[in-house]
Nanobody
């Protein structure tokens, strides 16, 4: 059973930056971040696999960067130029393939709150 431990959420002003981290207990080929705002569906923010193939939500392209440290089994999400609409609970996910991550069928972390004030 994969265990995912997230960190790095918090409160930041619009235009600021945050970096989320997610460490997993095993060796995983693909990881990603989803987010869910109140009253909205969970959506894929970014995903990456061990080959460094990536997928991004259109609204975060150019602002967010996902990276993976395979030696540490850790994925990062660097979030710059944050906007109030980025406010959500961010969930880490991991799976054996990038497609599985994109389909939302991997293992999940507990979530970390990101709040962007205007």
């Amino acid at each position: 059973q994969v265990q995912l431990v997230e960190s790095g959420g918090g409160l930041v002003q619009a235009g600021g930056s945050l970096r989320l981290s997610c460490a997993n207990s095993g060796s995983i080929n693909a990881m990603g971040w989803y987010r869910q705002a109140p009253g909205k569906q969970r959506e894929l923010v970014a995903a990456i696999n061990s080959f460094r193939s990536t997928r991004y939500l259109d609204s975060v392209k150019g602002r967010f960067t996902i990276s993976i440290d395979s030696a540490k089994n850790t994925v990062y999400l660097q979030m710059n130029s944050l906007k109030p609409e980025d406010t959500a609970v961010y969930y880490c996910t991991a799976a054996s393939t990038l497609v599985t991550v994109i389909r939302g069928m991997g293992s999940w972390g507990q979530g970390t709150q990101v709040t962007v004030s205007s």
